[in-house]
């Protein structure tokens, strides 16, 4: 079963049913809702996002299938290496997440508009076209 986070921008394009990409996006959404995969929306990346489309993270909560991650110490640590790297804020998060870790060895898929954006951190970062 494959595992995705929700960068800020295909949240966005899942949130504005008039993005060019919200039809790939919601086909996550889809998957996840029948049990095909998981889909994981970091709140840091949902309240950078919130902050260009206001409505975005109440309407992302509200999605049955999506599962909030909380920023936590870990991922702020995490973060303030990344910044000093010249990452955005809303990149950080998505990074942190989709990141090897102990609960997921192999990382998972970042689900980005933007995927050369995290060329070099060591997250799989993919568009939901491919």
Known sequence: MRQHHLGHTTAAALYDP???????????YVQASGGLG????????L?????????????VKGLRF?????????AAVTATELLRFG??????????????????PTGRFLLTL??????????QAVHPDQ
């Open 87 to 104: 990452h955005s804020w809303a990149a950080v998060h998505a990074i942190h997440a989709a990141r090897p870790c102990p609960a997921f």
């Open 47 to 59: 309240t950078a996002g919130d902050a260009e489309r206001p409505g975005l993270l109440g309407y």
């Open 114 to 123: 933007t995927p050369k954006a995290y060329a070099g951190t060591g997250v």
């Open 18 to 28: 008039k993005d060019p990409f919200n039809e790939a996006v919601a086909a996550f």
């Open 66 to 74: 999506i599962r909030i991650e909380a920023f936590d110490t870990d």
């Open 38 to 45: 998981t889909l994981y929306a970091p709140v840091l990346s």
